[in-house]
């Protein structure tokens, strides 16, 4: 149906059309003003109300960012200056429930895997430990921790947040919990 190039490559979001941030579409880009055959359907954090009028390479070549003053995400920890520029500017974000945070570890940012359930967590300990002591952190009761961690859902609510380190490979996740 599209013969569109391939899509650029994003280091911290290297499958952006499976996790669903990005999507075939005939939807012209507000910056480059192409049909480019892929829209990005993520969070566009900017004065104006941009929602899915974003082509991959506008976000990839910082066009988008630079031209709306618009940020896709927001980086959680301290990391270089240029890495919070590729991950804020460079990017596609994803959608959560809350205020999404782009979780980093050993000095860089995280490379993005997707929304995930318990099922997907299931063979990621370190992810699923991660979740955990945020819970105990906010005062839930094992028993509320393993209801929740049990009720992660990839598509539903609450949901996990997956990510992988780019230098040791240790996955990292974050839950919505309100
Ligand atoms: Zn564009
Ligand atoms: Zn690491």
Not at 161 to 174: P, S
Request: net charge negative.
């Amino acid at each position: 149906m599209h013969s569109a190039a391939p899509l650029p490559h994003f280091p911290y979001h290297p499958d952006p059309v499976a996790t669903g941030s990005i999507a075939p579409s005939d939807a012209e880009c507000i910056c480059c003003e192409r049909v480019r055959g892929f829209i990005y359907l993520g969070p566009v954090y900017a004065v104006d109300e941009i929602e899915e009028e974003l082509c991959p390479w506008c976000i990839a070549d910082g066009s988008a960012a630079e031209r709306f003053e618009a940020q896709f995400t927001e980086v959680e920890g301290v990391i270089p200056h240029d890495a919070v520029r590729a991950i804020e500017q460079r990017t596609p974000g994803f959608s959560g429930w809350q205020q999404e945070r782009w979780l980093t570890h050993c000095g860089d940012g995280a490379i993005f895997r997707g929304h995930a359930g318990a099922a997907e967590l299931a063979s990621h300990p370190d992810a699923l430990a991660a979740i955990e002591a945020d819970l105990n952190k906010y005062g839930f009761a094992p028993a509320q921790v393993n209801q929740f961690m049990s009720s992660l859902d990839k598509g539903g609510q609450p949901t996990a947040y997956a990510f992988e380190c780019r230098i040791c490979g240790v996955w990292l996740a974050y839950a919505d919990f309100t």
